[in-house]
């Protein structure tokens, strides 16, 4: 694992210098990081990541939580909450989308995703996305008004992404109670940050609505 890890930061590097043709093998060395990261969370090898595991299935049950209960309530149906006509926001770029979920998400479970990404420590971000990748809300920090400048909106406008490649498609197509990935985690467009990152199935009154993802890192 070590050796993938640092062959996966040495193509990083190589990215940034020469694109042609890096963005597939990125991808590999991603998907190969993350099976063997995630076979040996799950053989018990890494107490520390096996403890964010359970911060991050606690996360996800607490956004369930507050789904039910708001469907429960009439708050919310859940031809709401799987509403997939993705709906462009006109102008934006990089592309953002709405959906009938999004109202209520950024009202009902960004406070919860802004009180997870408070805890600080080794947590870096925390999003859900359903099985296409879309986000229908995020945290405070990166759901800003859009500038018009690429680098900043691609940072700091994430509300309204679909994001769905490599480990995203890999997350969605598994049936695990959870999946560990390693991976770059997209900053301006430009830049990136290495990070470890749980994907926990959001399951909402017995169907599972996409994933509940928590990205960390630590030294």
Known sequence: MQHVLVSFDGASLENERKLEGAHRRMERLELTASEMFDSIVKA??????????????????????????????????????????????????????????????DRNWRPILDAQLAEGGAIKMCSPSDMKGFLPTHVTERSRQPTGDLAYDTKYCRNGRILFEGVDIAAKRSTAPYMMAVYRQEGDGTSYEIVRNVYVPLIINGRRWGDSELAYTFG
């Open 44 to 105: 018990g090898l890494s107490p520390a990541d096996s403890m964010m595991v359970e911060k991050a299935q606690g996360h996800a049950r607490r956004l369930a939580e507050v789904a039910e209960q708001a469907i429960a309530a009439g708050e919310l149906t859940m031809d709401d909450l799987f509403d997939q006509n993705y709906r462009l926001i006109e102008g934006s770029n990089p592309p953002r989308f709405r959906t009938r979920l999004s109202d209520w998400a």
